[in-house]
């Protein structure tokens, strides 16, 4: 499955920002998706995944609450609704896939990789 992402940006601290990814290729698939993110000199932080139908959903502590993920299967898209954000929000984000069911929060369990967006928020 090939992913591209798009909807970064900048914003004030206390804002808003959509992110989508679109999937093309092997869509018909169970795969799971995920939005990570990396800061400069930072490892990958997990920030979201969803499940193929939609119906669970992960987030680590520090996005809860603040941000959603979503899918569209009739778009082949997966958003991630960022509100209320944060400076130590800013990073590079990338949306990931897996073939499988369970919802992980390892980046090296994530097979498929689309280009990262980058979010800045600025104080």
């Known amino acids: 499955v090939q992913l591209q992402a798009s909807g970064g940006g900048l914003v004030q601290a206390g804002g808003s920002l959509r992110l989508s990814c679109a999937a093309s290729?092997?869509?018909?698939?169970?795969?799971?998706m995920g939005w990570f993110r990396q800061a400069p000199g930072k490892e990958p932080e997990f920030v979201a995944a969803?499940?193929?139908?939609?119906?669970?959903?992960y987030y680590p502590d520090s996005v809860k609450g603040r941000f959603t993920i979503s899918r569209d299967h009739a778009k082949n898209t997966v958003y991630l609704q960022m509100n209320s954000l944060k400076p130590e929000d800013t990073a590079v984000y990338y949306c990931?896939?897996?073939?499988?069911?369970?919802?992980?929060?390892?980046?090296?369990?994530?097979?498929?990789w689309g280009q990262g967006t980058q979010v800045t928020v600025s104080s």
């Open positions: 990931a896939a897996r073939f499988g069911t369970v919802l992980l929060d390892s980046s090296i369990r994530y097979g498929h």
């Open positions: 290729g092997r869509t018909s698939s169970n795969y799971i």
């Open positions: 969803i499940s193929w139908s939609g119906g669970s959903t």
